[in-house]
Structures are given as C-alpha cells and as structure tokens.
C-alpha cells in the first residue's frame, strides 16, 4: 500500500464559498484559491519585495519593460541564490504595439577557452570542475534587461534600479526559506561572503536583516553606466580577475562579446487556443510536444488527475523528454526538426504507440539530464497590454559559490547542467556555442488577444508542469490561481513517476499496478502566471495575478 505523506503542503480545503468548483487534489487551502485582481497592471514574482518594486515603477507610468528590470534586479538581491547579475535566463514578451511576441535569450554563450573534457573522466576532479569556477559561462541577464529597456522601456534606466539598490542596502529580513538555503550553503561561500551573509562566522537566521552594500554598489554602476560595467567595464574586470585567479574559462573578451539576442517564438494550437513559448536555443518546445499529444485526448472526459488521464499524460511526457535528448541543439548548428514535432500527425503517430493500460520503461536515446530547481520566474503586464514571462537563474543555488570580491554577485555554474557523455551530444559543452537553457516562459492567445503568460521554476520538471497548468485552465476551466495550485507529476529519468501528495491514494495506487514507479513529493516547481480580461474595444480592461502556494510570493494588481 503506498502512503500519502506531506511534505510540508498545505492541507487540502474546499470550501465552497470561496470557490464552487475547485476540484480534488489542490495543494492549499481555499483562501490561496482566490487571484490578485487589477485594473491596470499585475505583477507576480516569488518574493513580496520584487512584486511591490514591479508595482512601484507600473505606478510611476512605467510600462511592462522597465517594471520586468525592476522585479529581475530586486529578486537579484532579495532571491540571491536564484539569479541576478551573473546569471542567465529566457524571457517571452508581448509587445503591444507591434502586436508579437518575442523571444529574448539571455542565457549566454559558453566561453570560446572552454574545453568540455575537464568535465569529463578520466581528468582528476571533473566532478569538482562541474560545480567551481569552469562551469561558470557567460552571464547574459543584464545585457537583456538593457535590451529590453532600449527597446520598449518608458521610464530612465537609473530609476528601474531604484528599488534593488535600496532592499541590497537598507537590508530586508530573511524568510524561513531564505535563511535555510543561506545556512546549508554558507561553508561553501568564500570568506569575503561569509562576512556578511553570516554574523561571526554563524550564517544569517530567520528575520535577521541581509545587507548588501556591495551588490548595491555593483547595481549604482549599471544604473550609472549601463550594461557596460558588466560587459567590458569594471564589474566585468574584477570578473574576469577572478576567473583567471580561479582557473575558469569566462574571460573579458567573452563578455564583450555577449549580445542579448532576439527570437521568434515558437507555438502550437491547442483547442482553439494559440499556445507560445521560447524556440530554440531554449529546449521549451517538448513543452508544446506533450500539450500536441494530449490534445489526442477527451481530457475533460477523463477527468482532473483521475487514474487514466495522469497514465497517458506520464506516457506522453516520457516522449517528449525523449524529444528533448535527442534533438536539442543550437539552431545555427543543429536545429531541431520542429517542423515535424510540432504537427498533428506526429501526434497522432506518436499517440497510437502509447499503451493505455501498462506504463512502457523510458528508453533514452543515451543522453542523461540534471535536473535544477534553484531558479525564478516572474510575469508583469501593464495597461497598454505588454506582456513579460521571464525564467531567470544562477543555476545552482548561488551558482558557482564564486562571488568577486568587492562586487556582491555571484557566478553562475551554468555548464554544470550541460550533458558531458556521450562526448559532442548536442548538449555538451562546446566552447563559443550557445548555452541551451530548458526554461519555458509562455503565453496563451484567446481569441486573438494574449490571456494568460506563466512560467516556473524547476529544472527538467518546468516542461511537464507548464503543459499541465495549461491543460488546468483548458480542459478543466481552473481560475488561474486554482490552475497553479493543482497537484502535479513529473516523470524523472530513468524510471519514477514523481507524484505531489494531493493526488490522492487511490489513483497512486492505481497508477503503481499499471507499472509506474511512484514517488510521492513535496512541491513540484514554484509557477507565476496572470491573465488579462478585455473591454468591447478588445483594450485590457482588467488583469488577474497568481502565485504558487508551494512558495513564498505574491502576486498583486493595482
């Protein structure tokens, strides 16, 4: 008999009053059920600080743009294991006035000195070398947030930093969730780190203050100069003396180097609804793949997290995954076949292979993956109708461990999620190609008009979680804040079905005698996501905003 445990989840409640068709299997009580609501603009990100500092510049008559640097730059400092200025990310934006979406890779290129063998047995500490200064790559976050701002922002680039340099130097006190990941880090950080990250050699607790005068003078600089100061100016030198002191492979020249680049998007339909995400680079598109493959299905027949509809979504995401291992690549060196994975008759031949009643063993076609939950993501939309979804990360929690000193910012260890065998699977590390990032930022079209953007955190599950939250508010008609509440699964190389314990015991055990290897979890993936409601003259007219009850942030609308 397989047990139901909690993981620290919140009890199940449904209560009618607040919502009268909440179905089974919503990991928070019925209060979390409820949107943020707003007339003018939304932002929801996984701390309250970095929302109310995207509200903050959407109310001084900023537009989605710049309050998407706000938020970015403030979770920099109040979120600092997750992302910042030495990370990278993928971003998805509506921009109202050319009436697109766009794709912007901040994910950076792999340094041109890299050589992926150190990575790689029989070379001594090539386990230690995954982790360190080599697998620190080119951080592309700021050069996004100016491109953004240049591009679409209304508002002075110094103001959008006003908020992130007043939380890194007045402080904020740590969360419970916070201080824990400070502490289980805290001997990894260099000493320079530790002295304030920790108190006498004892790192920060709960509701102690974290102040960053370094990381806001870092800030000051690129408000002052730009992204210059990472990229060819002084930030980037005392990067680039880093690395040479630690035996990395980023250097000045690849920095200078980095350009913030441009995408179409990719998207599929489903149901009648236009579904976009992040074409490659980005390995979003096995996101499309499963939602294709479900659209086979009469999900709303089968039922919210029954037996029968949780077996073929498992079926058909093992597919995808299987996808994403074989075809990822860069698309100017190896582009995946898109034009055939993205059509319905790949679905229909792909479908007519799954088995209903017996799980089949994943197969892989010999290229493992890494899984990474230490990431963010946060949407803003705005009046006019713009539209920011970003997944931003250092990887690692605090990347690489690597802070220069005097600069308060973390290195990402970004070449640590590359594939190192077999050696030039198109996910290894190859010097000078660009990094393939799995993040999945993602608007839905209804009608013609964007609906919904959201996103999250996760590492190999963010594919599987952002096609089920789809299929939530599809198939099942969820709100938006029930859509991301929903219990959720995720299939992990090579064979367990991770299953989050509101779903109950029954379809568990049902699920283990059809051959799935079960494995009951805490809290799958840390989503963001808002919707846009429209007047007569198709102009927004009122927004909703959500955040996932299995983190700690908020969503608000004003």
Not at 84 to 99: D, P, Q, R, S, W
Not at 164 to 187: Q, S, Y
Not at 235 to 247: A, L, P, Q, R
Not at 257 to 264: F, M, P, S
Request: contains cysteine.
């Amino acid at each position: 008999m397989i047990q139901k445990k909690h993981f620290g989840l919140i009890v199940v409640l449904i209560l009618m009053v607040f919502c009268d068709h909440a179905p089974e299997g919503v990991v928070a009580d019925a209060s979390a059920l409820i949107p943020a609501t707003g007339i003018s603009g939304m932002v929801s990100s996984a701390h309250p600080l970095a929302t109310q500092a995207g509200l903050d510049i959407l109310k001084a008559g900023g537009n989605a743009f710049d309050a998407a640097v706000a938020v970015a730059s403030t979770l920099n400092v109040v979120e600092p294991a997750m992302s910042g200025i030495g990370g990278y990310g993928t971003i998805l934006v509506f921009v109202a006035k050319e009436k697109r979406v766009r794709f912007l890779d901040s994910s950076g290129k792999i340094p041109s000195a890299c050589d992926s063998d150190l990575f790689r047995a029989p070379t001594p500490n090539y386990l230690d070398n995954r982790r360190g200064a080599k697998a620190v790559s080119t951080p592309g976050n700021v050069n996004a947030w100016e491109s953004m701002s240049k591009n679409y922002g209304k508002l002075s680039w110094p103001k959008l930093f006003e908020p992130a340099i007043r939380a890194a130097e007045e402080g904020f006190e740590l969360g419970e969730k916070g201080a824990r990941t400070i502490g289980r880090a805290f001997d990894s950080f260099p000493e320079y780190a530790q002295e304030f990250y920790g108190k006498n050699g004892i790192p920060l607790r709960e509701g102690e203050k974290l102040i960053q005068q370094d990381l806001a003078k870092s800030l000051k600089r690129i408000a002052e100069e730009g992204a210059g100061a990472v990229y060819g100016g002084p930030i980037g030198s005392v990067i680039d003396e880093e690395m040479n002191k630690s035996g990395g492979f980023l250097s000045s020249e690849d920095l200078e180097a980095d350009k913030a680049e441009w995408w179409a998007p990719i998207h599929i339909e489903y149901r009648g609804f236009q579904v976009y995400t992040a074409s490659p680079p980005s390995t979003a598109f096995p996101s499309l793949i499963r939602l294709g493959l479900m659209s086979r299905y009469d999900n709303q027949s089968l039922g919210f997290n029954t037996e029968e509809y949780l077996h073929r979504f498992a079926e058909v995401s093992k597919h995808a995954f299987w996808c994403r291992l074989a075809y990822a690549g860069d698309p100017e060196i190896s582009s995946p076949p898109l034009d055939r994975l993205l059509t319905e008759a790949y679905w229909d031949k792909e479908v007519a292979k799954i088995d209903l009643e017996r799980a089949k063993p994943f197969s892989p076609p010999g290229v493992p993956i890494k899984q990474g939950d230490n990431t963010t993501h946060f949407v803003v939309a705005d009046r006019w109708g713009n539209i920011v979804s970003a997944t931003q990360t250092l990887g690692n929690a605090f990347g690489s461990r690597i802070m220069p000193e005097g600069t308060g910012v973390w290195l990402n260890n970004s070449l640590y999620y590359c594939t190192f065998e077999p050696k030039g699977n198109p996910m290894d590390a190859h010097a000078g190609h660009r990094k393939l990032s799995g993040d999945c930022p993602t608007i839905i079209f209804k009608e013609g008009k964007p609906w919904v953007a959201l996103g999250t955190p996760g590492g190999h599950t963010i594919g599987q979680t952002i096609p089920q939250i789809v299929m939530n508010l599809i198939d099942f008609k969820m709100n938006i804040q029930e859509a991301l509440a929903a219990s959720r699964i995720s299939f992990v190389e090579p064979d367990v079905l991770s299953v989050e314990s509101g779903v109950p015991e029954s379809v568990l055990n049902a699920l283990s005698l059809r051959g799935h290897n079960i494995r009951v979890s805490g809290g799958l993936g840390n989503a963001h996501a808002l919707a846009i409601l429209y007047d007569a003259k198709g102009r927004p007219k009122s927004f909703k905003g959500a955040a996932d009850p299995r983190g700690q942030g908020k969503a608000r609308g004003y």
